[in-house]
T-cell receptor, first 112, second 109 residues
Framework: IAGITQAPTSQILAAGRRMTLRCTQD?????MYWYRQDLGLGLRLIHY???????GKGEVPDGYSVSRANTDDFPLTLASAVPSQTSVYFCASSELAEGEQFFGPGTRLTVL | GQNIDQPTEMTATEGAIVQINCTYQ??????LFWYQQHAGEAPTFLSY??LDGLEEKGRFSSFLSRSKGYSYLLLKELQMKDSASYLC??????????WGAGTKLIIKP
């Protein structure tokens, strides 16, 4: 593993289903983030974690949850998917909260 | 509220120079970032400004005026591979990044 990986690469999901997007980094970065990117809009922060064991809500947290049990992993869960959650999801990490962020390759999620 | 504005799309010619502007209004300021994003790929870091002035890095330069809430990214000697979206992001008082919608740059031969 080099950098940040995300899984799956893409997914089509029926509305109402539960889904977990996985994110793993091997840079020992303290901070991690989940964003969604929609056409015509900037990246929007869903949840973040400044250090293992802590999480915080971003701009658009409703319908999503995260956990940060260790430094490397930061999964994002959609408890009951809705069509408005169709988007490209990016995980990112930074050494410190104020530093440059490194992005994973993204997960393209379609909720039908 | 917090707001980042940048042009939606720009067109330039290979070999030329282009300037992409970004204006911002945020609650607090802890620096401004520029990222490049090719279609279907993840954003990658280009530059960071926290003090007023120009930061130069090869063909790319970034300028910041905190009093005006203004930044620009200058790309020189444009190459076809520079065709991408350029994202402006401001780090607010909580060190969270507020992102502009991005400027799609089209390079013509």
């Amino acid at each position: 593993i080099a950098g940040i990986t995300q899984a799956p690469t893409s997914q089509i999901l029926a509305a109402g289903r539960r889904m977990t997007l996985r994110c793993t980094q091997d840079m020992r970065h303290n901070a991690m983030y989940w964003y969604r990117q929609d056409l015509g809009l900037g990246l929007r922060l869903i949840h973040y974690s400044n250090t293992a064991g802590t999480t915080g809500k971003g701009e658009v947290p409703d319908g999503y949850s995260v956990s940060r049990a260790n430094t490397d992993d930061f999964p994002l869960t959609l408890a009951s998917a809705v069509p408005s959650q169709t988007s490209v999801y990016f995980c990112a990490s930074s050494e410190l909260a104020e530093g440059e962020q490194f992005f994973g390759p993204g997960t393209r999620l379609t909720v039908l | 509220g917090q707001n980042i504005d940048q042009p939606t799309e720009m067109t330039a010619t290979e070999g030329a120079i282009v300037q992409i502007n970004c204006t911002y209004q945020t609650s607090g300021f802890n620096g401004l970032f520029w990222y490049q994003q090719h279609a279907g790929e993840a954003p990658t870091f280009l530059s960071y400004n926290v003090l007023d002035g120009l930061e130069e890095k090869g063909r790319f330069s970034s300028f910041l005026s905190r009093s005006k809430g203004y930044s620009y990214l200058l790309l020189k000697e444009l190459q076809m591979k520079d065709s991408a979206s350029y994202l402006c992001a401001v780090s607010d008082s909580n060190y969270q990044l507020i992102w502009g919608a991005g400027t799609k740059l089209i390079i013509k031969p």
